[in-house]
Each structure stands twice: as C-alpha cells, then as structure tokens.
C-alpha cells in the first residue's frame, strides 16, 4: 500500500440465527465506520438472517461447520485488508467505539485491540448474567496468571486486528473458545496489544443468546488446559510430575518406616505403586523438557510467519 493511503476496514460479523439483531448491528457500523466493508458469515441459521443482512447492505457469506471458530477461520482466510473488527452479531457491543479501537490500533502499531465489557448497573443483571461475568473472571484469572496480565476481558467478542495478525494466526478452535485462542496467541507471542472499554448492552428482544454457561466455560475451561500442555509443556509436565512424586513419598513413608524398624516390606503391591509413581513422575519431567524444546521452535515458526507480513505503511 502506498504511504499515506486510507487503510482498508473490514468488519467481520459471524452471523448464527441473528434476524432480529444483525440488521441493528450492520446499520450501526455503517454509521460507525462508513468506509468500512462489513461482511456478514452465516453459520447454517434457520431463520431469515441472510435475507435480513443482504436487505441491511451487508456482504453475506456461508459457513457450513457448525461453530462460531470455524467462521472466524473462514473470514480471516477469504477477506482481505489492513485492519479487522470482529464482532458478534447479537447487538451487544457498542459501534461507536469502533473508530477509538482502530485509532489505537493504528497509532500504537498494536496487533490486537479487544473491547473491554462495561455494563450499566441497570443492565448488567440482563445484559451480562452473574455466572458468565464469575465465569469470565476466573477463567481471564487463570489465563492472566499463565501467560501474562496484559488482558483483562478475555472472553469479550469485541476485537480489532492488524492484517499481521489475522493472516498469521493458526485458528484452530470449533467455537466459542476462539476469544480464548486470540488472547493466548497474542500473549505468547509477545505481540503488542491494546484495551478499549466499551459499553455492553442486553440482546435485542425476540432474539435469544446460544451461549450455555456451563457447556461453553467447561470447553473454554479444557481448551486453557489443552494450550497450558501445548505453549507451556515444562510448566504443564512439572506439576503432574510433582503430583506424582508425592503420591508416590506419601505411599512411601510408611513402608520405609517400618523397613527400618523391622527390616520388612509387608506391603508389597504398595511399596510397587509407590515405586511406579515415582518413575512416572520422571518421566513426565523428561516429556516436559523435550516438549519444551518443540514449543520453542514452534514459537519461533510462528513468529517468523508473523514477520514475514509486512506492516502497514500508513499514519
């Protein structure tokens, strides 16, 4: 792009029965961002959603996996541009700071600026249930405490993107654990990362929420878990090889007490497991060294794919 020139917006909606809601959201960013492109991904809705979004002015495209990380898969791989706005097409997140998270964006040369959720007392019972804001808490908490405490809302689906990051990102979530993804993604890497609080308001009446508080946070829960073993192996191995070795002395102390004083080991299957326990514990300490040195390269892949996207040439 030549210095100087206008940067290509694109706002990018995954769309999943949202009739009632989407033509609020589209009219809201084209006020919001009028040079904007804003594009609409269906995700096999069943009611009027595609022909609400065509009539609202919107490009309208399909995305037959079920599952809110294979549209954002499908977005980031067909769409072209320099800065991405991704949100939910439940006309929950405020349009209006949208200009604010590119404006940061650009001026701060960041790869990822996430809409911090602020609720209104009035609204928040409605808008934001008790158990998703408890949920979201621990959850950002554990993330936070792993991998660094530059987020504070990890599971808003209020972002903003440079092209290096969209086009560079290995998006292998299912559903809705993809925010989690982001975070972590961009934590690891060190990329540089920006926070902007926007206002969060209840859903449009007529239309319903398809976010299970216990369903989604356990799968949210395993897919912490499943990056902690992935991007921090060492940490992951060393906890379960300390678990093991101290389940293996607790076993062990006993029988070593009475071998000493009587020169027995009445309980042999015991005294097998404890010895079982402990071999088990260094191997999982050997797994996590050799998995931490896969990690490194991988990381340095990554980041090397990062790089090779040039970065934008505009003010």
Known sequence: MPAGAAP???????????????????????????????????????DRTVEAAREAGAVVRRESLQG???????MFADIEA????????????????????????FAERLDMVTGVRVTAEAQAAAAYRPGHQLGNAVLTGM????????????????RVFSRRFVKSFPALASGFETETEFTVHALELKLPVGEVKTAYKERPAGSASKLSTYRDGFRILRTILILVQRERPLMFFSIAGALLLLASVVLAVPLLQT?????LVPRLPTAVLSTGLALLSFLAFACGLILDTVTRGRQEAKRIAYLAIPGPDFD
Do not use: W
């Open 8 to 46: 290509r917006i694109a706002v990018l909606i995954p769309c999943y029965n949202e009739e009632v809601a989407i033509p609020r959201v589209i009219a809201a960013f084209r006020a919001a961002l009028p040079q904007a492109a804003i594009y609409v991904y269906d995700n096999n809705s069943r």
């Open 68 to 74: 809110k990380g294979h549209v954002v898969r499908r």
């Open 82 to 105: 320099d800065a991405y706005v991704l949100v939910d097409g439940d006309d929950t997140y405020e349009a209006a700071a949208a200009p604010e998270m590119l404006r940061l964006l």
């Open 143 to 158: 993330v936070r405490r792993v991998f660094g405490d530059r987020i504070s809302d990890m599971l808003s689906g209020y």
């Open 259 to 263: 071998f000493l004083a009587t020169g």
